[in-house]
């Protein structure tokens, strides 16, 4: 349960800011006590996981504080709030949560090592040209810690978006993201009405709201991906009476059954945009918190794949269950591309792969829908949007 605004605003920020202090003033000897610890376990030095997590948790703290103090000096130059919602300060919260997620991304990279390379058509004039002529609504998986803000960030600094994003109303436990996404379009949506037809009118607001610079961010699978989830998603299905949909489920074992109501609501909602498809892998297999400490990515690579459908092409006047089959063909496609890149484990415990047995490492059809694309370059997001 998140707790009211005002307590979240009178505790949690100034505690945030308060931990952050603590920070900068323990962190040489803490550091000192983390290289003891790393010697002591004989830790390889280039892991030093206790000192690379103590690193990225003060960076991570120091921009935490600093997006706070950025935002409270906005709230007061707006007359104590009174113009947030007018374009020129929206633009500048924006511009704090790019400034914010640029701030985590180099953070990860420098202590980490992590990197994100982003496989899409290559940005030729006429592609450029084309992702800046229509808003855009984006589908992702879900899977990982962190998969949110590193799509976010990409949109921020690679498309030059203005992203909304539907998410998880316990985001606003952390105090930056709490303030800057309450004051710009998003959606949160407690855990427990995460049904699609309690927010489905949610997410045709923020849809019908998108301008040529807007990106719409839903997560049609509703959460991160475990065996469980994976196994009611398609007990849900069977419930309602859509056994081709659960046998499709079973056939794509990486990602949970899509919740589409969402989707093809947005769709309907904003009919000009360009739908982009998101696969990734590389964060799969971090579940818990355990999971990240026993199996720190460190030096590791985010592969993902995105694919943009025109709005043209974007199926909107089919007929319902023609649509909802649409965006199956898409997260199938999507599966298959997860299976040529990810080697954790099925819902069984067993090495995952595509429905047919087999990795596939094709990436599923081409920017624009179609059947056999030629991959565009990796993008290296070490530096953010730079071509390797």
Same mark, same amino acid.
């Given at each position: 349960?998140? &707790? @009211?605004?005002? *307590?979240?605003? =009178?505790? %949690?920020?100034? /505690?945030?800011?308060?931990?952050?202090?603590? +920070?900068?003033? #323990?962190? &040489? @000897?803490?550091? *000192?006590?983390? =290289?003891? %610890?790393?010697? /002591?376990?004989?830790?390889?030095?280039?892991? +030093?996981?206790? #000192?690379?997590?103590?690193?990225?948790?003060?960076?991570?703290?120091?921009?935490?504080?600093?997006?706070?103090?950025?935002?409270?000096?906005?709230? #007061?130059?707006?007359?104590?709030?009174?113009?947030?919602?007018?374009?020129?300060?929206?633009?500048?919260?924006?511009?704090?949560?790019?400034?914010? #997620?640029?701030?985590?991304?180099?953070?990860?990279?420098?202590?980490?090592?992590?990197?994100?390379?982003?496989?899409?058509?290559?940005?030729?004039?006429?592609?450029?040209?084309?992702?800046?002529?229509?808003?855009?609504?984006?589908?992702?998986?879900?899977?990982?810690?962190?998969?949110?803000?590193?799509?976010?960030?990409?949109?921020?600094?690679?498309?030059?978006?203005r992203p909304r994003v539907v998410m998880k109303a316990a985001l606003q436990l952390d105090p930056s993201?709490?303030?800057?996404?309450?004051?710009?379009?998003?959606?949160?949506?407690?855990?427990?009405?995460?049904?699609?037809?309690?927010?489905?009118?949610?997410?045709?607001?923020?849809?019908?709201?998108?301008?040529?610079?807007?990106?719409?961010?839903?997560?049609?699978?509703?959460?991160?991906?475990?065996?469980?989830?994976?196994?009611?998603?398609?007990?849900?299905?069977?419930?309602?009476?859509?056994?081709?949909?659960?046998?499709?489920?079973?056939?794509?074992?990486?990602?949970?059954?899509?919740?589409?109501?969402?989707?093809?609501?947005?769709?309907?909602?904003?009919?000009?945009?360009?739908?982009?498809?998101?696969?990734?892998?590389?964060?799969?297999?971090?579940?818990?918190?355990?999971?990240?400490?026993?199996?720190?990515?460190?030096?590791?690579?985010?592969?993902?794949?995105?694919?943009?459908?025109?709005?043209?092409?974007?199926?909107?006047?089919?007929?319902?269950?023609?649509?909802?089959?649409?965006?199956?063909?898409?997260?199938?496609?999507?599966?298959?591309?997860?299976?040529?890149?990810?080697?954790g484990p099925g819902p069984d415990g067993q090495a995952r792969t595509d429905s047919h047995g087999r990795?596939?490492?094709?990436?599923?059809?081409?920017?624009?829908?179609?059947?056999?694309?030629?991959?565009?370059?990796?993008?290296?997001?070490?530096?953010?949007?730079?071509?390797?």
């Amino acid at each position: 349960m998140v &707790p @009211p605004r005002l *307590v979240r605003r =009178l505790v %949690l920020a100034p /505690l945030a800011i308060v931990v952050a202090a603590a +920070m900068v003033v #323990l962190f &040489p @000897p803490l550091a *000192v006590l983390a =290289l003891l %610890l790393g010697a /002591l376990g004989r830790s390889r030095p280039h892991r +030093m996981r206790a #000192l690379r997590l103590l690193s990225f948790a003060f960076i991570w703290l120091v921009a935490e504080t600093a997006t706070l103090f950025m935002c409270l000096g906005l709230w #007061l130059a707006s007359g104590f709030g009174g113009r947030l919602h007018t374009e020129p300060y929206q633009s500048r919260h924006y511009g704090i949560m790019q400034w914010y #997620l640029d701030r985590l991304h180099a953070a990860a990279a420098g202590t980490l090592g992590l990197r994100v390379e982003v496989d899409e058509p290559p940005l030729t004039p006429a592609e450029r040209a084309a992702r800046l002529a229509h808003p855009v609504i984006v589908l992702s998986r879900h899977a990982g810690p962190g998969d949110s803000l590193l799509l976010v960030h990409h949109l921020l600094a690679v498309y030059r978006r203005r992203p909304r994003v539907v998410m998880k109303a316990a985001l606003q436990l952390d105090p930056s993201v709490d303030v800057v996404a309450n004051r710009v379009p998003n959606v949160f949506i407690q855990g427990r009405l995460t049904g699609e037809h309690l927010f489905v009118a949610q997410i045709s607001r923020l849809a019908g709201g998108l301008d040529q610079a807007g990106a719409l961010v839903l997560f049609p699978e509703g959460g991160n991906w475990t065996p469980g989830r994976w196994r009611r998603g398609i007990r849900r299905l069977d419930r309602m009476g859509r056994g081709d949909l659960a046998e499709r489920a079973r056939g794509m074992p990486h990602l949970l059954p899509p919740r589409a109501g969402g989707a093809l609501s947005a769709m309907a909602a904003c009919p000009t945009a360009d739908v982009i498809f998101v696969a990734h892998a590389g964060l799969d297999t971090l579940v818990s918190v355990a999971d990240v400490w026993r199996s720190l990515p460190i030096g590791h690579v985010v592969r993902a794949r995105w694919w943009r459908v025109p709005a043209a092409e974007v199926p909107r006047t089919a007929e319902a269950d023609a649509q909802v089959r649409w965006l199956y063909d898409w997260w199938q496609r999507i599966d298959d591309w997860i299976s040529g890149h990810t080697t954790g484990p099925g819902p069984d415990g067993q090495a995952r792969t595509d429905s047919h047995g087999r990795p596939d490492s094709h990436g599923g059809p081409d920017s624009h829908g179609g059947p056999d694309s030629q991959h565009g370059p990796r993008v290296s997001s070490g530096g953010p949007g730079q071509p390797e």
